[in-house]
């Protein structure tokens, strides 16, 4: 008996400095791929980053989005507060943007007590390795870098499901739980199917656990109405207006369409065959209790799959889920496995590690596979050199290259300048930089020289992997050419 407790008090002692360690690795594999200025999707800059510094300066860029009012306001009011603060603290330089990049990091981070949380439904081992996943899952941590709508709320449903379907939950468990599953919905909307398919399979079966869940769910909704009114909109009018836009006047569907099949095909380039065999193995070896958020993964998958518009982000709720389940999955292998051949070390940290370690050579091995972060996001040079040309007090007016635009907005600028876009053929070269915007904006950023720019210095060429992005100055003033405002631009491309 003595023997047995002490080995018990070594391995729970081994157990915490394992979880510190992951949790280490964690912020230590975001720090390595922190990339502020990198982006995957226009929409980290032009629907979140640009309208919570509209929030908090007053000013900025109106995407069709905002002005059709197709979006609740929950994330740019959220991250309008670090770029306020700032603004005030440091007036002039980009720590706004660095605070509002780092807030919404730290917010996808619930996704660790999540994973911890689910693990535990079987055993610290299986929590340790879930914990593992999510903390160093090379996705995952990609992910957690991108500002992104599906980023937080797939966290935020994570954190919902440890919740709701753990059959011992408190009363307080389960009305965070039905906060927490309302708050991701408000957070995506197109998300409502995952987390209806969750709650109903989590609460079906226990009537007396829907009264805290429905609170919970009521107090979400209480605040979505608040930041609604607070943005100065009818409550939830946002949904029907963007139920219209997207599938009524198919919106969404002019920046293309994939057919059923399409998310499979980007599971497949995402993971790679090995890490992709591998993850669905383990996921099916994970037990009946983790059959609703397999069900709701597989719902929301499906459900995408119906709308002609496909991107890979939209079901990383579903992956997100699939590779927590995987890593149980992946533990109760090892057990299997344990208990025939070496016993002894079924329940030894020693297999725990061993675990972990095969997850971590299959995430190196799909980073390579796949091209890793450089493959799925870039155009950093873009902003940097527009920071560049900010820091010159001379500069009076910025252009950027139609094909460049993307990736610039004034949220990103330590000062305030005025930005514009030039015309398309400017950038290949077809078309000569029109002598009114050559005359409005005293700094360009494009890639080659282009054609009506011999008043122009090139000051800095910055590489990207396809192409390379310059900066180029004059000397002189600026003059105005209202057609080439990059608002006026947005609103005359319909973007």
């Known amino acids: 008996m003595g023997d047995h407790w002490i080995k018990t008090e070594a391995a729970t002692r081994d157990g915490r400095w394992l979880v510190l360690g992951v949790l280490a690795l964690a912020i230590l594999l975001r720090i390595q791929a922190w990339a502020p200025f990198d982006i995957s999707h226009a929409d980290e800059l032009m629907q979140y980053l640009e309208q919570a510094n509209r929030l908090a300066t007053g000013h900025g860029l109106l995407p069709w989005e905002s002005r059709a009012g197709v979006r609740n306001s929950l994330i740019p009011q959220i991250l309008s507060m670090p770029l306020w603060l700032g603004h005030r603290l440091a007036p002039g330089t980009l720590a706004g943007m660095y605070l509002a990049r780092a807030t919404f990091l730290t917010l996808t981070l619930v996704a660790l007590p999540a994973a911890w949380r689910l693990g535990t439904f079987v055993s610290r081992r299986h929590a340790i390795v879930a914990l593992f996943v999510v903390a160093a899952w090379w996705e995952s941590v990609f992910f957690s870098e991108l500002l992104l709508s599906e980023s937080l709320a797939s966290a935020v449903l994570l954190l919902a499901a440890s919740l709701l379907l ?74 029907f207006i963007n139920f219209s836009k997207n599938i009524v006047e198919g919106k969404a569907a002019g920046f293309g369409t994939s057919p059923a099949w399409q998310y499979f095909v980007e599971y497949y380039l995402h993971f790679g065959a090995a890490a992709l065999l591998f993850v669905l193995i383990c996921a099916a070896a994970a037990g009946r209790r983790y059959w609703p958020l397999l ?125 514009s876009v030039t015309p398309k053929g400017v950038y290949d070269r077809t078309a000569p930089l029109p002598p009114d915007l050559a005359r409005a904006a005293n700094a360009l950023i494009a890639s080659e020289r282009p054609l009506g720019t011999e008043a122009y210095r090139r000051v800095a060429c910055l590489a990207m992997p396809q192409e390379r992005a310059c900066l180029y100055v004059r000397h002189g003033p600026c003059s105005s050419a209202p057609y080439y405002d990059f608002q006026t631009a947005l609103e005359r491309s319909g973007m």
């Open 295 to 419: 069900l709701a993964a597989a719902v929301n998958v499906a459900v995408h799959s119906l709308i002609a518009h496909k991107e890979y982000r939209f079901v990383w709720v579903s992956t997100l889920v699939i590779l927590v389940v995987a890593a149980v999955g992946s533990q109760n292998l090892a057990d299997g496995i344990l208990t025939r051949r070496y016993p002894r070390l079924r329940e030894s940290m020693a297999a725990v590690l061993l675990v972990t370690a095969v997850w971590g050579l299959l995430s190196i091995s799909s980073f390579r596979v796949t091209g890793g972060y450089q493959a799925f996001r870039g155009g950093g040079a873009i902003p940097k050199l527009a920071v560049k040309a900010a820091q010159d007090p001379h500069v009076c007016r910025l252009a950027v290259v139609d094909e460049f635009y993307a990736h610039v907005v004034p949220a990103q600028l330590p000062r305030p300048v005025p930005l």
């Open 166 to 239: 753990d059959s011992s939950a408190s009363r307080r468990m389960l009305l965070a739980g039905g906060f927490l599953a309302g708050f991701g919905v408000l957070v995506r909307l197109q998300y409502a199917p995952f987390a209806a398919v969750l709650v109903l399979n989590a609460l079906w079966r226990s009537p007396e656990r829907w009264r805290p869940v429905v609170a919970g769910g009521l107090g979400a909704a209480i605040l979505g109405a608040a930041s609604d009114m607070v943005a100065g909109k009818v409550p939830y009018a946002w949904i």
